[in-house]
């Protein structure tokens, strides 16, 4: 069954996505604070994505998608902005986030983001073996897990699915088009932006030095190039 949990303080808002969501095939858990949503984590740790909205008693979604991070690399989270939080869906996305949806969103768009993620995390896609070795990184494609220097460095799914992007295509400049089409998939209906975002936080995670990054580079108006 795939799982998801909603966290929504306003009853109204939560019982929308909830009862679409459940329309399309997901076992939907619900919480109304951050506090309910990591106690309800807890108990379902079969949950696959997270939905989160920002503004909360309590805890934030912010800290909420933090908490989460700092022990489930896997589970897919998607915060729930209001449209006046442009900055918000940065800070959102540089926290742990995969995506970020926009209030008021279409029960089409909603479900169209889960299932993209939940593709992403792995399930429906056949098992891959073998690593990908290039010095000082070594990608386990069976384990999905990088190594740099034999040290294991946490990725979330989508940084995951971009390092092998990159990785099976050393030294070739990659459009930011190609790289959303291939880690987002075709029918996302996501922006450019979420690919820069991604990356920016990738290069904190991999590069020796972020203002000079050597293994992720720039292709200016293009894309982005693996290649060292
Ligand atoms: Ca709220």
Redesign the pocket.
Known sequence: MKKVLVL???SS?RSFIVINLRRAGYDVIEAESGEEALERLKENPDTKVALL????PGIDGFEVCRRIRATNTRIGIIMLTARSQEMDKVTGLMTGADDYVTKPFSPAELTARVDALLRRAGGESPPQTGEIHQPPFLLNTRNRTLEKNGVRIKLTQVEYSIMRYFMENPGKALSREEILDTVWGRDYFGELKIVDVNIRRLRLKIEDNVQNPIYITTVWGYGYKWGF
């Open positions: 929504e303080d306003e808002i909205d920002i503004m909360l």
